[in-house]
C-alpha cells in the first residue's frame, strides 16, 4: 500500500493537482474499525498544513492517481480523510505460505545489519536479592534484547555490579554480616541502625560459619570488615545469578564497578575530561561542566576529600563501553535514577561520544497485590518483595508475562493471584492454551491420518469465513510487531500482540471445525492452524515464555 500510495502521490504532482514541496513520512495500518477496510492511511491528513485544503479533498485526489493493483479490490476515502482499502483475501494466503516456509525465522529482519548493542540492566547492588523491581526491568531488557537481535543487532546482555570498595552501602552491608555471624556464634549484639535487616544474611552468615569456621571474626575491625564484605559481594553474586537464571536470564557480561578504579580507568576518564576543556576546580572539588550539555547544573566529578563521585565511575563505564566497539548503548534503570540521565549524556558527550547512540529507558513502579491487598515486603528481604518471591507464588512465565503488560514508563499492578490462575482470565494461560489447543489438534489429526500439508501446494482460497480471514490478518501483523517492539524500545506490544492472536485463533475455533468430510477445506485449515502454532511460538520464544504443547 506504501508504494501505491508513493506512486499515486508522484502522479499527482506531476499533473498539478497536489503541489507538494517535500514527501511525508507514509504510513499503513489496519484501521480499528473491521468494516473500515484491511488497511489505512493518514496520508492526506499530513499534507493540509502544506496544501491548505480539506484533509477529504486531498485524499480524492491521491485516490485518482492510485495506480491499479490486482491485490486491491475497493478504495474508500472516509469522512475524516482516511484513505481505506480493502484487498482481495488472496494476499492472506501469501501470508501462511510466507509463515510456513519461514517457520522459526517468521517475524525477523535484518535492520541493525550486525551492529553491535550493549542492553545494561537489572545492575542491583550486590547488598540485596533481585527484588521485584528489579524483575521488571529484568524483563524489559531481556526482551529488549530478543527483539534487538530479532531485527538484526549483535547484542550482548550486560549486568553493571556496584561493587566498589569504597561504597558506604558495601560497608554497612559487610558490618551487618558481621553482627548476623558473631549472633550465630552466640555473641550478644545487634544490627546497627543503617544495617540491613533481611533473614537472607542470616543465611549467608550461616553458609560462611559452615564453611569457614568460627575464627572470621578475628583481627582488627579494617580487616573484619573488608574480609566479610568479599564474601558477602561473592555470595549475593550467586545469589543473584540465580534468581535471574531461574527468571531466565543469562547476562553475557558481569561487569565490575571496582575494576574501573583499580584499572585506572576512572582517572583517565577523568583526565581526557579535563584535557577537553569539561572539568575544572570549584570550592577544592573537580567539577564536570554538564551544564554545557543540557544539565541544569554543573555536577562534582571528585569530591574535596579526592574520592570519586557516582558520575566519574559512570563516565569511564560508558567510555569503557564504546572503546569496547559497541555502536549503541542502551541502559535501562528503575524510577529512582531519572535524575542521572542528564549528568551521564552529559558525561558521555564531553568524552566525545556521540550521544544520540546511548539511550536510558526509566521503567516505573510495580505494586503487587494478592487478594485484593497490598503486598509490601518479603520476610527473606526485610524491606522489599524479592523476584523469588514472585517465582516461588506464580512461576517464570506468568512473571515475565506480567511485568511486560505495561509499557515501561507506566507505573505496573500485579496481581499475583490472577497470574496463578488456570482460565481464560489469566492473560498468559489464554495464550499459552491457544499454543496447547493447537498442538492438540494436529495431534488428533495426525491420529486420523492426516498432515500439515505444503502450503505451497494447498488450494487456500477456501478459506473464506470471516474468523479465517480475521485470524490471517493478525498473523501477517508479526513482523510489522516484532519491528516497531524494537525499535520503539516498546516490549509490551508483544503481549499485546500474542492476546490479540490467542483471541483471534479461539474465535476461529468456536466456528470452524479444522478436520471434517471436506478434504480441500481440511487441508486448508490444517495449514492455517499451524501458521498460528509458528506465530505464537516465535512471539512467546521472544517474551521468554515457554510455548506449551500440553496443558
Known sequence: MVALLEQALQKAKEAGDLPITQMPEITVEPPRVKEFGDFASNVAMLLTRELKKPPQQIAATIVKHLPEDPLVSKVEVAGNGFINFTLHPDWLYDVLRDIQQKGDAYGRWNVGQGKRVNVEFVSANPNGPITVAHGRGGAIGDVLANLLEAVGYQVTREFYVNDATNSLQMQHFARSLVVRYRQLL??????????????????????????????????????????????????????????????????????????????????????????????????????????????????VLVRN????????????????????????????????????????????????????????????????????????????????????????????DAARFFFLMRSHDSPLDFDLELAKKESSENPVYYVQYAHARICSILRVAGEQGWTVPAA????????????????????????????????????????????????????????????????????????????????????????????????
Open 456 to 551: 505451497a501446494e494447498t488450494d487456500l482460497s477456501v478459506l473464506r469465513e470471516e474468523q479465517e480471514l480475521a485470524l490471517m490478518k493478525k498473523l501477517d501483523e508479526f513482523p510489522e510487531e516484532v519491528l516497531t517492539s524494537a525499535t520503539e524500545r516498546a516490549p509490551h506490544r508483544l503481549t499485546r500482540y500474542s492476546m490479540e492472536v490467542a483471541d483471534a485463533f479461539h474465535k476461529f475455533y468456536d466456528t470452524c471445525r479444522v478436520v471434517s468430510d471436506d478434504r480441500s477445506l481440511t487441508q486448508a485449515r490444517l495449514v492455517l492452524v499451524d501458521a498460528t502454532r509458528i506465530v505464537l511460538k516465535n512471539v512467546l520464544g521472544l517474551l521468554g515464555v515457554t510455548a506449551p504443547e500440553r496443558m
Open 305 to 396: 576529600n579526592g574520592q570519586p563521585t557516582y558520575i566519574a565511575a559512570d563516565a569511564a563505564y560508558h567510555k569503557n563501553k564504546f572503546e569496547r566497539g559497541f555502536d549503541y548503548l542502551i541502559d535501562i534503570w528503575g524510577p529512582d535514577h531519572h535524575g542521572y540521565v542528564a549528568r551521564t549524556k552529559a558525561a558521555v558527550a564531553a568524552l566525545g561520544y556521540p550521544v544520540e547512540n546511548f539511550e536510558v529507558l526509566i521503567y516505573q513502579i510495580v505494586r503487587l497485590f494478592k487478594g485484593g491487598d497490598l503486598v509490601r515486603m518479603s520476610k527473606r528481604a526485610g524491606n522489599v518483595v524479592t523476584l523469588r518471591d514472585v517465582l516461588e507464588e506464580v512461576g517464570k
Open 186 to 299: 552466640g555473641e550478644d549484639v545487634e544490627l546497627p541502625e543503617d544495617g540491613y535487616a533481611g533473614e537472607y544474611l542470616v543465611d549467608i552468615a550461616r553458609d560462611l560459619l559452615e564453611k569457614e569456621g568460627k575464627h572470621l571474626a578475628e583481627g582488627d575491625e579494617d580487616t573484619v570488615i573488608e574480609r566479610f564484605r568479599a564474601y558477602a559481594e561473592d555470595a549475593m553474586k550467586r545469589q543473584q545469578q540465580q534468581d535471574l537464571a531461574d527468571f531466565g536470564i543469562v547476562f553475557d557480561v558481569w561487569f565490575s564497578e571496582n575494576s574501573l578504579h583499580t584499572g585506572g580507568q576512572v582517572a583517565q576518564a577523568i583526565e581526557e575530561l579535563k584535557a577537553r576543556g569539561y572539568a575544572y576546580e570549584h570550592d577544592g572539588a573537580l567539577w564536570l561542566r554538564s551544564t554545557a550539555f543540557g544539565d541544569d547544573k554543573d555536577r
